[in-house]
């Protein structure tokens, strides 16, 4: 199975932060990377597919990049409706794995 | 628009099977596969497996022998069958679509909102 770390694994940051979370395969996944928003008693929210294509609907303050391993998941400006836990997942082979995910936390 | 709504006890018996159902809504359930994930409490998410309306599944091999997943188009809905019930299986449990890129990556593009399923006698 591919291992998916990511870092760290909390933080606080306030309203109008730029806020970076970094996510590490444990062996090349290609591009093969999507981000996730999860909060509480709320569906899960795709923000980032094929490691930088934004899905619909999802605020352009939201960016991903990196390849083959290492990979970011960046929000430019820190909203009130961004705190929240963020979660990584690879697709390049099954089974299909997350990371441990980050939680967002106002500070 | 597209919703899916988990649905089935929220208390299961140790050894009985944890039966689940994801009811869709805006689209039909025969053009995707379909997925299960889980969250344990205090734990990340972990994929248990998809299935599309013609059995064609891949499943975790880490549950593999306990799990099934089949889709009724007929009621538009999908389920979780998991065998063998421990408590290390009580999780909130989130139905999800699968999207299968020309690439052959694959993502979770609508997800429901999740209901937990202890597992306690």
């Known amino acids: 199975d591919i291992q998916m770390t990511q870092s760290p694994s909390s933080l606080s940051a306030s309203i109008g932060d730029r806020v970076s979370i970094t996510c590490r395969a444990s062996q090349s996944i290609a591009n093969y990377l999507n981000w996730y928003q999860l909060k509480p008693r709320q569906a899960p929210k795709l923000l980032i597919y094929g490691t930088s294509s934004l899905q619909s609907g999802v605020p352009s303050r939201f960016s991903g990049s990196g390849s083959g391993t290492d990979f970011t998941l960046t929000i430019s400006s820190l909203q009130p409706e961004d705190f929240a836990t963020y979660y990584c997942q690879q697709s390049y082979s099954l089974p299909l794995t997350f990371g441990g995910g980050t939680k967002v936390e106002i500070k | 628009q597209v919703h899916l709504q988990e649905s089935g006890p929220g208390l299961v018996k140790p050894s009985e099977t944890l039966s689940l159902t994801c009811s869709v809504s805006?689209?039909?359930?025969?053009?995707?596969?379909w997925s299960w994930i889980r969250q344990p409490p205090g734990k990340g998410l972990e994929w248990i497996g998809y299935?599309?309306?013609?059995?064609?599944?891949n499943y975790n091999p880490s549950l593999k022998s306990r799990v099934t997943i089949s889709v009724d188009t007929s009621k538009n809905q999908f389920s979780l069958r998991l065998s063998s019930a421990t408590a290390a299986d009580t999780a909130v449990y989130y139905c999800?679509?699968?999207?299968?890129?020309?690439?052959?990556?694959?993502?979770?593009?609508?997800w429901g909102q999740g209901t937990l399923v202890t597992v306690s006698s």
């Open positions: 805006g689209v039909s359930s025969s053009n995707y596969y």
């Open positions: 999800a679509r699968v999207i299968t890129l020309i690439s052959g990556a694959y993502n979770f593009d609508y």
């Open positions: 299935s599309d309306h013609s059995a064609n599944a």
